[in-house]
């Protein structure tokens, strides 16, 4: 039995707030593909690289508020906030996980500037 999508996005938040590169390149399907207003990466390795060398901040935490499970297992929405290291918000997100086969296949991000 694969783990639920529920499963795999808290895991993905960990592996991303913790630097777990690795850990997060085997949460996510070859073929994974993330989708948010500025661009798209495509591919586990672009979305990996990008996340460990081109990110604009790594010194961040997700707050979760929400996760919202669908009746399949393969999809979750998560709402929640980023904070920086002094604890300040820097935007609101809601993300639209797709997982497959026990991997994240798919990622969807919204933002909003905080209120």
């Given at each position: 039995m ?5 499963y ?12 777990g ?54 999809e ?5 906030h ?14 639209r ?6 991997k ?12």
């Open positions: 694969h783990p639920d999508a529920t795999l996005a808290r895991q993905y938040y960990t592996a991303v707030d913790e630097h590169y690795d850990a997060l390149r085997d949460l996510l399907d070859p073929d994974f593909v993330q989708h948010r207003g500025d661009m798209t990466l495509d591919g586990r390795d672009e979305f990996v690289s990008f996340m460990r060398d081109d990110r604009p901040r790594t010194d961040t935490t997700h707050v979760i508020d929400r996760y919202i499970q669908s009746k399949s297992d393969d979750i929405v998560v709402r929640g980023l904070e920086d290291s002094a604890g300040d918000e820097l935007f609101v997100f809601l993300d996980f797709r997982a497959r086969d026990g994240l296949a798919e990622l969807r991000t919204f933002t909003r500037s905080p209120n």
